[in-house]
């Protein structure tokens, strides 16, 4: 993509979180960029039609409202597109992405709750005639990939905890919108709230209290990173003692130019990694040089790993946490 332009650079940079919870948000953030609400509006629609902006919205802390996992099919390379969009075509498939390993076809499952995502699971299974590894979250350390797209880079905000007691199960069909994006028009809240069937202000109220439990990670801008430049992408899988996770994985999360970083499920005989991060560059000598510095870390420094960097993407949208919206 060509390069942004000063206004479209900041309106991604200091709008990937933090959204105002006001009447008229594009209002708010054209007063903050000396624009106007439609300018905003209109910056925002032509970035989301060119693919820059997946949508306005919300990430949803994983294992709240739905259940979901990673997961990844070993595919022979003459059935690479077959199986891929065989996988993209089930509904609660949000992402989908062919990585340099034998484990090649990797995809992110959310589901309503856990039977669902395991039928999901049993279908692809099924159908493809792969077996699926199944790699569920045992605990973040950092899942907010909503980093700066100009200057230096730097540490993430490290995850923090949150309380599932402030969910509902109304909340469901506000959340799964939210994931889908909000709709690019003056007062995005009150024509979600029209179609929840809800007050404006109270639904404002309540985005904001589930974004203070800690179930909404981020509301703001989604930004599509490779269609921004950032190509290089790489998922580092690290094999450790279960002893030695927690702290080795707080200290890749803290390293600038780590992007995501947890803790998953290992597979006996099939899969030893528990702990993983995302380095997402714009050259693959970028991405490196990050991997370099992680493996200097003392918690590191001898572990075994593994690098699989995306070469394809198949799907990105929004996870799926309702039947219906």
């Not at 942004?4 to 990937?16: G, K, N, S, T, Y």
């Not at 994006?181 to 309540?206: F, I, K, M, N, T």
């Not at 269609?227 to 094999?239: F, Q």
Request: proline share 6%; with cysteine.
């Amino acid at each position: 993509m060509d390069r942004l332009d000063p206004l479209d650079a900041r309106l991604l940079d200091e709008f990937q979180r933090d959204l105002p919870l006001v009447e008229r948000p594009f209002a708010e953030i054209g007063g903050r960029l000396g624009l106007d609400e439609a300018a905003v509006l209109a910056r925002l629609t032509r970035l989301q039609a060119t693919g820059a902006v997946a949508r306005v919205g919300a990430t949803v802390r994983p294992n709240t409202a739905g259940a979901s996992t990673l997961a990844a099919l070993a595919v022979p390379e003459a059935r690479i597109d077959e199986v891929a969009e065989l996988v993209g075509a089930e509904p609660g498939v949000n992402h989908s992405y062919l990585r340099e390993d034998h484990w090649n076809l990797w995809f992110v499952a959310t589901a309503p709750d856990g039977p669902a995502l395991q039928a999901m699971l049993d279908r692809i299974g099924a159908r493809s005639g792969l077996q699926v590894l199944d790699l569920r979250l045992v605990q973040p350390f950092n899942i907010d990939l909503g980093f700066r797209l100009t200057g230096q880079p730097a540490t993430m905000a490290r995850a923090t905890g949150h309380d599932l007691s402030a969910l509902t199960e109304a909340d469901r069909p506000l959340l799964h919108r939210l994931s889908q994006g909000l709709p690019l028009v003056a007062r995005p809240y009150a024509a979600l709230a029209e179609a929840l069937q809800r007050d404006e202000a109270g639904l404002c109220d309540r985005i904001g209290l589930l974004i203070g439990a800690g179930v909404i990670s981020r509301l703001g801008v989604i930004v599509r990173h490779r269609a921004l430049g950032w190509t290089a992408n790489a998922m580092v899988v690290w094999t450790l003692p279960e002893d030695r996770i927690a702290e080795a994985g707080a200290a890749l999360a803290a390293l600038p130019g780590v992007t995501l970083c947890y803790q998953r499920r290992t597979v006996p005989g099939v899969w030893p990694y528990g702990l993983y991060c995302m380095i997402h560059a714009r050259t693959r000598d970028e991405a490196l040089a990050v991997l370099a510095r992680a493996r200097c870390l003392p918690g590191l420094s001898a572990a075994a790993h593994r690098v699989l960097f995306s070469t394809r993407c198949f799907k990105q949208s929004g996870a799926r946490l309702a039947e219906a919206a």
